[in-house]
């Protein structure tokens, strides 16, 4: 099955630096790929997602990117803010729908 | 405000207690899913609904039996749960019964097991 690393798992930056999050996925069959942010005792909040189809999208102050031939992709915060504060999941998906999560980063930005 | 409507909010049972948790979405979603949560760790799917079919089962155990009575509805019957199954289940749902579809989480059920 689909196996998900993710890394670093705690993220310490100074409000206003960017902050970057690393992942990679062992399926080759995997074609969807979504960032997750959850606070502390709030549901998962999808914040971007992108398909096998495209390298870059970007949405504001998010981007992810993605390589699928190293099987890779991340997700990039600009001009972080305290409100960026949260665990942070990269999850990916095949065409069974069965998501697979990262195990997750922990972002604190510093006021 | 929340899309996918999860009840109860938290749940204290006992192990021989019957229960169920109850999901509910009114976006026209044709998928729904449960994970389970612990604490400090990513969302563990267990159960897939496919267009109100069964279309994935992550080998979890018989004491939890999920049933989708229609599109909209979707519930986690509980029965004779052990201690270490305490955690936040998560209801999701999505557009499509496939894959690639953005899946929205419910606030979760908080359920403890004494």
């Known amino acids: 099955g689909e196996n998900v690393e993710q890394h670093p798992s705690t993220l310490s930056v100074q409000e206003g630096d960017s902050a970057v999050i690393k992942c990679t996925y062992s399926?080759?069959?995997?074609?969807?790929f979504p960032w997750y942010k959850q606070e502390l005792g709030k549901r998962p909040q999808l914040i971007i997602d992108?398909?096998?189809?495209?390298g870059e999208k970007k949405d504001q102050r998010i981007a992810v990117t993605l390589n699928k031939t190293a099987k890779h992709f991340s997700l990039h915060i600009t001009e972080t803010q305290p409100e960026d504060s949260a665990v942070y999941f990269c999850a990916a998906s095949r065409s069974r729908n069965d998501m697979r999560f990262g195990a997750g980063t922990r972002l604190t930005v510093k006021p | 405000d929340t899309e996918v409507t999860q009840t109860p909010k938290h749940l204290v049972m006992g192990m021989t207690n019957k229960k169920s948790l109850k999901c509910e979405q009114h976006?026209?979603?044709?998928?729904m899913y449960w994970y389970k949560q612990k604490a400090k760790k990513p969302p563990e799917l267990m159960f897939v609904?496919?267009?109100?079919?069964?279309?994935i089962n992550e080998s979890v155990p018989s004491r939890f039996s999920p049933e989708c009575p229609n599109s909209s509805l979707l519930n986690l019957h509980l029965h004779a749960l052990q201690p270490e199954d305490s955690a936040l289940y998560l209801c999701?749902?999505?557009?499509?019964?496939?894959?690639?579809?953005?899946?929205?989480f419910g606030d979760g059920t908080r359920l403890s097991i004494l």
């Open positions: 992108i398909r096998s189809n495209v």
């Open positions: 976006m026209g979603h044709r998928a």
């Open positions: 609904y496919s267009y109100e079919k069964l279309s």
């Open positions: 999701a749902s999505s557009q499509g019964g496939g894959g690639g579809w953005p899946q929205h």
């Open positions: 399926d080759s069959a995997s074609n969807y």
